[in-house]
């Protein structure tokens, strides 16, 4: 099974719906993210997590927002989405004590196509 | 804050042949210069990084560069195979402190 998992894969949705993006680990890492994917435009950050009470903007924040629930889950909410949210979205997760591995490797989903019409 | 370029957007190569790939940061504190590679359908996976305290690593094909005072640091590959089609970021932090901030992407194309 994937260590981290992302809900729904692909979803189309309408201009002012609610969209709600998860995003669930078994990794039992701290730190997870959110990036956004756009031709040309590289993986862009709009918020991270590095602990269950920890929210931070990223690069892109505005339009979005987020919810750690619990060590293993994150999710991402447009509340209003619009056309220019239409985008691949990738959640990631890092264990800053290293564990057995790199501190600093993130750790990515398989993704959620999103398209807001 | 950080910034990340990253150049060519697209790489086309013949089977067998290197392919390189160069990044600039802003930031002088940045410490930790990763590169992950997306394959079709996928999420990126790490393939190589490199810290600031080493000018060169190598992993089999792969090998990465840095260049601390020009600020810039590089991806090469050797005797490329068709699956080493895919795209390549690079991007840069503060180890354990800061997120990682990623350049916009290389499409390497390996032509057999």
Same mark, same amino acid.
């Given at each position: 099974?994937?260590?981290?998992?992302?809900?729904?894969r692909?979803?189309?949705?309408?201009?002012?719906?609610?969209?709600? $993006? #998860?995003?669930?680990?078994?990794?039992?890492h701290?730190?997870?993210?959110?990036?956004?994917? &756009? /031709?040309?435009? !590289?993986?862009?950050?709009?918020?991270?997590?590095?602990?269950?009470?920890?929210?931070?903007?990223?690069?892109?924040?505005?339009?979005?927002?987020?919810?750690?629930?619990?060590?293993?889950?994150?999710s991402?909410? $447009? #509340?209003?989405?619009?056309?220019?949210?239409?985008?691949?979205?990738?959640?990631?997760?890092? &264990? /800053?004590?290293? !564990?057995?591995?790199?501190?600093?490797?993130?750790?990515?989903?398989?993704?959620?196509?999103?398209?807001?019409? | 804050?950080?910034?990340?370029?990253?150049?060519?957007?697209?790489?086309?190569?013949?089977?067998?042949?290197?392919?390189?790939?160069?990044c600039?940061?802003?930031?002088?504190?940045?410490?930790?210069?990763?590169?992950?590679?997306q394959?079709?359908?996928?999420?990126?996976?790490?393939?190589?990084?490199?810290?600031?305290?080493?000018?060169?690593?190598?992993?089999?094909?792969?090998?990465?560069?840095?260049?601390?005072?020009?600020?810039?640091?590089?991806?090469?590959?050797?005797?490329?195979?068709?699956?080493?089609?895919?795209?390549?970021?690079?991007?840069?932090?503060?180890?354990?402190n800061?997120?990682?901030?990623?350049?916009?992407?290389?499409?390497?194309?390996?032509?057999?």
């Open positions: 099974d994937a260590d981290v998992t992302q809900t729904p692909n979803r189309i949705t309408k201009t002012g719906k609610r969209i709600m $993006l #998860e995003c669930s680990q078994t990794k039992g701290d730190r997870m993210y959110w990036y956004r994917q &756009d /031709p040309g435009l !590289g993986l862009r950050l709009i918020y991270y997590s590095f602990d269950v009470k920890d929210i931070n903007k990223g690069e892109i924040s505005d339009g979005y927002s987020v919810s750690r629930q619990a060590q293993a889950k994150f991402l909410s $447009l #509340e209003s989405a619009i056309p220019n949210q239409t985008a691949l979205y990738f959640c990631a997760t890092s &264990d /800053p004590s290293g !564990g057995t591995g790199n501190p600093d490797t993130q750790y990515f989903g398989p993704g959620t196509r999103l398209t807001v019409l | 804050g950080e910034n990340v370029e990253q150049h060519p957007s697209t790489l086309s190569v013949q089977e067998g042949d290197s392919a390189v790939i160069k600039t940061y802003s930031d002088s504190a940045s410490n930790y210069f990763p590169w992950y590679k394959e079709l359908g996928k999420g990126p996976q790490l393939i190589i990084d490199i810290r600031s305290n080493v000018g060169e690593k190598k992993d089999q094909r792969i090998a990465v560069t840095l260049n601390k005072t020009a600020k810039h640091f590089s991806l090469h590959i050797t005797e490329t195979q068709p699956e080493d089609s895919a795209v390549y970021f690079c991007a840069a932090s503060i180890s354990g800061t997120p990682l901030v990623f350049g916009k992407g290389t499409r390497l194309s390996v032509i057999a």
